[in-house]
Every structure is written in structure tokens, then in C-alpha cells.
């Protein structure tokens, strides 16, 4: 009677596997003779079966190959590339347990296989594991993505001894673990940002609240700042209106800056709109957002928002995350014919004597 000898079964997926796994591994034995000689350069048949929780437990993949052993009896396959039976190899989901490899032989190259052999993969397919924290789309809630993000954590956790050395394959796993673990994060950031979060080309400085236009219940919406200024000295409008009144601008709440300068810009008509405040900042876009013509001039109240929350206010603790300088920043609120709210960035206060024809600073905002 011959022998099956699994000698090696060696996971030879890395890191890269993680981007664009192969969906395979490969396994390695030597085929022996009842007198324990080589069965050498001979088609074997294969029946390969991968089992989960116990040695005898639901093959969840079974397929078949005709491998040829070597001068020294080593028969090579890969697990995934032969004739499925059962199942697919790519549906294994790596994290839901224990797994056993089942090997079935026929030496004579046909199905009659007459040597079993059954083993623990004591050495999970790293990448194809990590695969399974791959799964977090675009549709998914955020408590979906928050339970992913905890489960690669754990399997972290498992993998991670500062005690133990890490060979190849387990090290490719936890790269590709810590990776996923990031991309989570920023996930997170995207179904759920807070004040202070990088986010949509921007700096997050308000989430709306109950009572606010733009609130709605079990989403997170609110406002982001331009990551840096517009302009270091323009005008509020034009000097042909600068003594003028525009008709709907003198709003002041977190939700009135994008109509505020919607007006001044319909007061100006055709006029250039990088040489004022207002339409200077209906110009700003951020690459790769398709955002043109989303940023707008805040408020009155939504550059105080940035001040305290994102700037020298720091009443978040933040710190000046949005980079402002201490000088005066201009609102899209007007006073009255002859003056628009600013805010002084040095010291806070808001003042309403500023003339339209006044050269300040100016940073763009927008709603998401």
C-alpha cells in the first residue's frame, strides 16, 4: 500500500495578496510505498477537501487535481486552482473559525482514492484572512464599518506578541491587517466626521444640531472650512456697489452663508468673480470632489464658528487646525448699503463698521 506524507503546507501569500489576492495556496507532500520508497515522476489524482471547526467537520470547499510527483515523491498543488466539487475557494471566510486541509490520493491518477490524510492549518492563510476585513463597502452603515473595524483590531490582537518573532506569512498578515485597520478608520471619518476631521478637501468645523436647516435625524451633516485662505486683501464687492444695499444679504445663521453670497454675486452680474470676496469663493474647488461652485463666503456666525472651533478661538481645544492669521476675516453679512460683517481672528471680536471697500481675508466654507 502507498503512502501520503504531508510534510509542508506552506502559505506563500504576502502582503501584496492583500490588494489583489490570488485566491490560492499552495500545499506540498510526498507520496511513499507500502515499503516506503518514493512514488516518483507519476500522475496522482487528488480529491483536496478544507474543513471547518474539526477533522471531520463540513467541507465548505472540495476540489480535485492531477498533480505529477517529482524525482523525490514531492507532489505540489495549489489549492484554489483545481476543479471545484463543493463550494469556491474564494468564499472561505478565514475569520469564522478553525480550519482542516482533508488530502484524498489515487496513485494510479484516477478518483479511487485510497490514502487519506487530515490536518489542521495550523497557519491561517494570512492574506486570504485579512481578505475578509476587505469586505467594507460604500453602502454600509456606520455601525457595520465600526464592527469591522473592532474585528480586524482583535484579530490584531492575536498575532501581534511583542514577545514572538513574526515569520513571512505572519507578518504579511499584520501588514495587511494594520493597513485595512486605516482605511477603516478613514471609513469612519467619512460616514461619521467630527470637528477637527480632514474631510471632503477640507477641515470639519461644525456638525449640525437639532433645530438647524441642514440637520437631519441619524445623519451627520454640518460645515468644512478651505484648508487655507482664499486671499490676503479683497474687497467685499465691487466698488460699483460698494455704497449699494444688496437685496437678501444681511442673513447671519450657520445655514445663511451660500445665500448671502449667491446674492451679492446676482447683484454684480458679469463681473469678474475672482476680485471679490464672494465670488472668489464660489470659484474655490478641491481636487477631486467636483466641488466648484459648493464653497460659498460664510456668515456672520459661521466665521465665528471657524474661529472658535478650528482657529485662535480653540474653545474645542483643537488648536489653530485651519491655519488662520490674526487678521480680519470678512462674512458674507452685510450691515447696510455702506458695510459687512468681519471678524478680527487676533482677538475675536466681530465688528459691523467695516466698510465694503475694505481689503481682508478670506476663507471659503461649504455645506456637506
Same mark, same amino acid.
Given at each position: ?20 489576492? +490570488? ?38 470547499? !472540495?476540489?480535485?487535481?492531477?498533480? @505529477? ?11 484554489? %486552482? ?15 473559525? %478553525? ?8 496513485? &494510479? ?6 490514502? @487519506? ?12 484572512? &485579512? ?107 465691487? +466698488? ?31 463681473? +469678474?468673480?475672482? %476680485? ?48 488662520? !492669521? ?43
Amino acid at each position: 500500500m502507498k503512502k501520503l506524507y504531508t510534510f509542508l503546507v506552506a502559505i506563500i501569500l504576502t502582503a501584496t495578496t492583500f490588494a489583489q489576492a +490570488p485566491e490560492k495556496m499552495s500545499y506540498q507532500a510526498v507520496v511513499r510505498d507500502s515499503g516506503d520508497a518514493f512514488v516518483t515522476n507519476q500522475v496522482i489524482g487528488m480529491q483536496i477537501s478544507i474543513l471547518k471547526t474539526t477533522a471531520t467537520g463540513t467541507a465548505v470547499y !472540495v476540489e480535485t487535481q492531477t498533480p @505529477t510527483t517529482n524525482v523525490n515523491g514531492l507532489v505540489t498543488v495549489e489549492i484554489g %486552482t483545481g476543479t471545484p466539487v463543493t463550494g469556491t475557494f474564494a468564499g472561505i471566510d478565514w475569520s469564522a473559525g %478553525t480550519y482542516f486541509i482533508k488530502t484524498e490520493t489515487d496513485p &494510479a491518477g484516477g478518483t479511487n482514492y485510497s490514502i @487519506t490524510g487530515t490536518s489542521q492549518l495550523l497557519s491561517v492563510p494570512y492574506a486570504l484572512h &485579512a481578505k475578509t476585513a476587505a469586505s467594507v463597502t460604500e453602502t454600509q452603515t456606520l455601525t457595520d464599518v465600526v464592527a469591522l473595524g473592532n474585528t480586524v483590531n482583535n484579530q490584531l490582537k492575536l498575532v501581534t506578541d511583542p514577545t514572538e518573532p513574526q515569520d513571512a506569512a505572519t507578518k504579511a498578515y499584520v501588514d495587511a491587517l494594520e493597513a485595512r485597520l486605516a482605511a477603516l478608520e478613514n471609513r469612519v471619518v467619512a460616514l461619521d466626521p467630527k470637528i477637527g476631521d480632514s474631510y471632503l478637501g477640507g477641515i470639519v468645523f461644525y456638525i449640525y444640531e437639532p433645530g438647524d436647516a441642514g440637520y437631519v435625524a441619524g445623519e451627520t451633516h454640518g460645515l468644512i472650512a478651505a484648508t487655507s485662505d482664499q486671499s490676503t486683501g479683497i474687497a467685499w464687492t465691487l +466698488p460699483a456697489f460698494q455704497t449699494t444695499t444688496v437685496p437678501a444679504a444681511g442673513a447671519t445663521s450657520t445655514t445663511d452663508g451660500a445665500a448671502n453670497t449667491d446674492a451679492i454675486i446676482a447683484q454684480t452680474g458679469a463681473a +469678474p468673480a475672482n %476680485t471679490y470676496a464672494a465670488g472668489l469663493c464660489r470659484l474655490y474647488s478641491t481636487a477631486g470632489n467636483n466641488d466648484q461652485g459648493l464653497w460659498y463666503l460664510p456668515s456672520k456666525d459661521e466665521l465665528n464658528l471657524m474661529y472658535e472651533n478650528i482657529g485662535q478661538g480653540n474653545v474645542m481645544g483643537l488648536g489653530n487646525i485651519g491655519n488662520f !492669521v490674526s487678521d480680519d476675516y470678512w462674512s458674507s453679512t452685510e450691515v447696510d448699503n455702506y458695510r459687512a460683517w468681519r471678524h478680527k481672528y487676533s482677538n475675536g471680536v466681530q465688528n459691523s463698521n467695516s466698510g465694503k471697500d475694505r481689503e481682508d481675508f478670506v476663507r471659503a466654507v461649504r455645506a456637506f
